[in-house]
């Protein structure tokens, strides 16, 4: 596959108005995406469970123009009110799309999204967001064009998230997704993700994410600032070589169900996205004192209790606390009683692996 063969032919139908929803779930990423090269092709592969809760629903109702317009018409709203600021990332992302949907300058659009999670809870709504107005799109391509094969929807679909922002081609279909080329996962592809499918051990069927919000606030580094940070990074090329070592040893670990090589790899891919941040220049410290506290926690339930529970962070201080389905109750007794007190108002967010979008 290359970028071209997500350029379409000439649709066969003619709509003239319409209205289409999906809803479209965040992830986590287990082994991280940090650094890319132009238009979101990742410098490394990564791989993510799908969560089922913290998800993005959003309608997109369209009409056709008496004809293309120079401008695209687009209005956004977000949670029920008219929303300016979300208007030029759509813009541009549609911008960046245009190529590979024509039709975006034949219809005005109107897009209404809402999030299942709270807008200021340091979630990122990008990689949700992103996905679920990609499949929107695509869902419209789908009626001007039938005979689209739903292995191409969905594929195009997360190609198009992808250039709307990386991660969000890992938020359209699958359990586990994995999106960038890897020696050893045959499907792996640069250009979108794909659900994972080679096997996968019961011990990580419906595992589980509770998500600590230990800081609400804004973004301190944006993602895109993120990246660039990998430019010329000292270890840039050492980090990007031990992600596709990560993963293959993943591979290994979520076939034989092996938890305590699971915990090695996922906690050490969290800390080395930190370790990038601290070393680039400029430098950026993500964690919080909280943070650190609920790590260390963490280290010393394992070490007592021998429970397999888990961390992973993304570019912020909130902590990700994985963990199998069979020891959910003592685990998060443990969370209730000794974690949520490090949480900004005390509050986190109960979720689980999911299997990806869903149309409305
Ligand atoms: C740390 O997907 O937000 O969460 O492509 O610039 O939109 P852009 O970046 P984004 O980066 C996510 C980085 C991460 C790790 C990950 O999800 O793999």
Same mark, same amino acid.
């Given at each position: 596959?290359?970028?071209?063969?997500? #350029?379409?032919?000439?649709?066969?139908?003619?709509?003239?108005?319409?209205?289409?929803?999906?809803?479209?779930?965040?992830?986590?990423?287990?082994?991280?995406?940090?650094?890319?090269?132009?238009?979101?092709?990742?410098?490394?592969?990564? /791989?993510?469970?799908?969560?089922?809760?913290?998800? =993005?629903? =959003?309608?997109?109702?369209?009409?056709?123009?008496?004809?293309?317009?120079?401008?695209? $018409?687009?209005?956004?709203?977000?949670?029920?009110?008219?929303?300016?600021?979300?208007?030029? *990332?759509?813009?541009?992302?549609?911008?960046?799309?245009?190529?590979?949907?024509?039709?975006?300058?034949?219809?005005?659009?109107?897009?209404?999204?809402?999030?299942?999670?709270?807008?200021?809870?340091?979630?990122?709504?990008?990689? %949700?967001?992103?996905?679920?107005?990609?499949? @929107?799109? !695509?869902?419209?391509?789908?009626?001007?064009?039938?005979?689209? =094969?739903?292995?191409?929807?969905?594929?195009?679909?997360?190609?198009?998230?992808?250039?709307?922002?990386?991660?969000?081609?890992?938020?359209?279909?699958?359990?586990?997704?994995?999106?960038?080329?890897?020696?050893?996962?045959?499907? %792996? %592809?640069?250009?979108?993700?794909?659900?994972?499918?080679? $096997?996968?051990?019961?011990?990580?069927?419906?595992?589980?994410? =509770?998500?600590?919000?230990?800081?609400?606030?804004?973004?301190?580094?944006?993602?895109?600032?993120?990246?660039? /940070?990998?430019?010329?990074?000292?270890?840039?090329?050492?980090?990007?070589?031990?992600?596709?070592?990560?993963?293959?040893?993943?591979?290994?670990?979520?076939?034989?169900?092996?938890?305590?090589?699971?915990?090695? #790899?996922?906690?050490?891919?969290?800390?080395?996205?930190?370790?990038? !941040?601290?070393?680039?220049?400029?430098?950026?410290?993500?964690?919080?004192?909280?943070?650190?506290?609920?790590?260390?926690?963490?280290?010393?339930?394992?070490?007592?209790?021998?429970?397999?529970?888990?961390?992973?962070?993304?570019?912020?201080?909130?902590?990700?606390?994985?963990?199998?389905?069979?020891?959910?109750?003592?685990?998060?007794?443990? #969370?209730?009683?000794?974690?949520?007190?490090? @949480?900004?108002?005390?509050?986190?967010?109960?979720?689980?692996?999911?299997?990806?979008?869903? *149309?409305?």
């Amino acid at each position: 596959m290359t970028e071209n063969d997500f #350029i379409p032919k000439q649709y066969s139908e003619e709509i003239k108005h319409g209205e289409v929803s999906w809803s479209a779930p965040s992830n986590i990423a287990l082994i991280k995406y940090w650094g890319k090269l132009e238009n979101q092709i990742p410098a490394n592969p990564s /791989l993510s469970f799908t969560l089922n809760n913290c998800k =993005t629903i =959003t309608k997109l109702t369209f009409s056709k123009l008496e004809k293309p317009t120079s401008e695209f $018409q687009v209005d956004v709203f977000f949670e029920n009110e008219k929303n300016e600021s979300f208007r030029p *990332k759509i813009l541009q992302f549609f911008k960046r799309i245009e190529k590979y949907l024509p039709f975006l300058r034949d219809y005005k659009f109107s897009i209404e999204t809402a999030n299942t999670f709270p807008h200021s809870s340091g979630i990122a709504s990008s990689a %949700s967001g992103m996905a679920a107005l990609s499949l @929107c799109l !695509m869902e419209v391509e789908k009626m001007l064009n039938p005979e689209m =094969t739903l292995k191409h929807f969905h594929q195009k679909a997360s190609f198009l998230a992808r250039l709307g922002s990386g991660s969000a081609c890992r938020s359209i279909k699958g359990e586990i997704v994995v999106w960038g080329k890897h020696e050893q996962i045959r499907e %792996s %592809s640069d250009l979108y993700g794909t659900a994972y499918s080679s $096997q996968v051990h019961e011990n990580f069927k419906n595992f589980q994410d =509770t998500i600590l919000l230990i800081d609400k606030g804004e973004k301190q580094v944006s993602s895109s600032v993120g990246h660039n /940070l990998m430019n010329n990074h000292p270890f840039a090329q050492q980090r990007f070589a031990q992600a596709h070592e990560n993963l293959r040893k993943l591979k290994v670990v979520l076939e034989n169900g092996d938890l305590k090589s699971f915990i090695n #790899i996922v906690e050490s891919e969290a800390l080395t996205l930190h370790a990038m !941040m601290m070393t680039s220049n400029p430098y950026f410290l993500l964690m919080k004192p909280n943070t650190l506290e609920v790590i260390n926690k963490v280290f010393e339930f394992r070490k007592s209790r021998g429970l397999h529970l888990c961390f992973t962070l993304d570019a912020g201080a909130n902590v990700h606390l994985l963990y199998p389905e069979n020891e959910k109750q003592q685990i998060e007794e443990f #969370i209730e009683a000794e974690l949520v007190a490090y @949480c900004q108002n005390r509050h986190y967010i109960r979720d689980g692996i999911g299997s990806g979008a869903k *149309k409305l």
